[in-house]
């Protein structure tokens, strides 16, 4: 089946686990910490976090363990990120996913 999710990643991949879902491919492009606050909501991933590494501990780094394990054996994780300021997104997600798996692959710097 091919199917597109829209919406929470934290709640599509809570229900993911809880039915047993596994996937080919992972595609996201998550909020980089405050640089863009589009509301003052509980469900934004900025709301109850003080500093970048708070954020990272809440909600990216659960964020990477989640979508890596939705997916089935050689799937593909893939990140829509960059580094900006003191939000080194790039190296914070590659760092994250390189204790959970064994081989992966970022961009070379020229191509960033």
Same mark, same amino acid.
């Given at each position: 089946?091919?199917?597109? +999710?829209?919406?929470?990643?934290? +709640?599509?991949?809570?229900?993911?686990?809880?039915?047993?879902?596994?996937?080919?491919?992972?595609?996201? *492009?998550?909020?980089?910490?405050?640089?863009?606050?589009? *509301?003052?909501?509980?469900?934004?991933?900025?709301? !109850?976090?003080? *500093?970048?590494?708070?954020?990272?501990?809440?909600?990216? &780094?659960?964020?990477?363990?989640? &979508? %890596?394990?939705? %997916?089935?054996?050689? !799937?593909? &994780?893939?990140?829509?990120?960059?580094?900006? !300021?003191?939000?080194?997104?790039?190296?914070?997600?590659?760092?994250?996913? &390189?204790?959970?798996?064994?081989?992966?692959?970022?961009?070379?710097?020229?191509?960033?």
């Amino acid at each position: 089946m091919n199917k597109i +999710e829209f919406g929470d990643c934290r +709640e599509i991949m809570r229900k993911w686990a809880f039915d047993n879902v596994k996937v080919q491919m992972c595609v996201t *492009s998550p909020p980089y910490y405050d640089l863009e606050v589009y *509301s003052h909501e509980e469900t934004q991933s900025v709301t !109850g976090c003080t *500093s970048y590494q708070m954020w990272v501990d809440k909600f990216l &780094s659960p964020l990477v363990q989640s &979508s %890596l394990q939705t %997916l089935k054996p050689n !799937g593909w &994780s893939c990140w829509n990120v960059h580094n900006v !300021g003191k939000m080194q997104m790039i190296d914070d997600v590659a760092k994250m996913i &390189s204790e959970f798996v064994k081989e992966y692959r970022t961009l070379p710097e020229e191509d960033r």
